[in-house]
């Protein structure tokens, strides 16, 4: 099992930058290989929507359209951990922000972290 802890999130102003981190850490084992570590974000009462992969194994990233160059992740292989980068936000990013993490094609999830964008 994967467990993952989130931080970085938080109040910032329209236009404002954020850094959220997701470290993932292996609970029932010695190993701590990860294939593939994300982001979804989830706003009041509208629907999860994914917001960027990133792949491990080969070092590829893909975002969701929404993001439109505003997004950008990084990794720490070190500490298995993954970042994301948010600058130019928007109200609309506001939302709860979950991290998953993927080892031998299980995807496991964080509790999520709340950004919000107001001024």
């Known amino acids: 099992q994967v467990h993952l802890v989130e931080s970085g999130g938080g109040l910032v102003q329209p236009g404002g930058s954020l850094r959220l981190s997701c470290a993932a850490s292996?609970?029932?084992?010695?190993?701590?290989?990860?294939?593939?570590m994300g982001w979804f974000r989830q706003a009041p009462g509208k629907e999860r929507e994914f917001v960027g992969i990133d792949r491990w194994t080969d070092n590829t990233t893909y975002y969701a359209n929404f993001v439109e160059g505003r997004f950008t992740m990084s990794r720490d292989r070190s500490k298995n951990t993954l970042f994301l980068h948010m600058h130019s936000l928007k109200p609309e990013d506001t939302a709860v922000y979950y991290c998953?993490?993927?080892?031998?094609?299980?995807?496991?999830w964080g509790q999520g972290t709340q950004v919000t964008v107001s001024s």
């Open positions: 998953f993490g993927e080892q031998d094609a299980v995807r496991y």
């Open positions: 292996d609970r029932t084992s010695n190993s701590y290989g990860i294939d593939r």
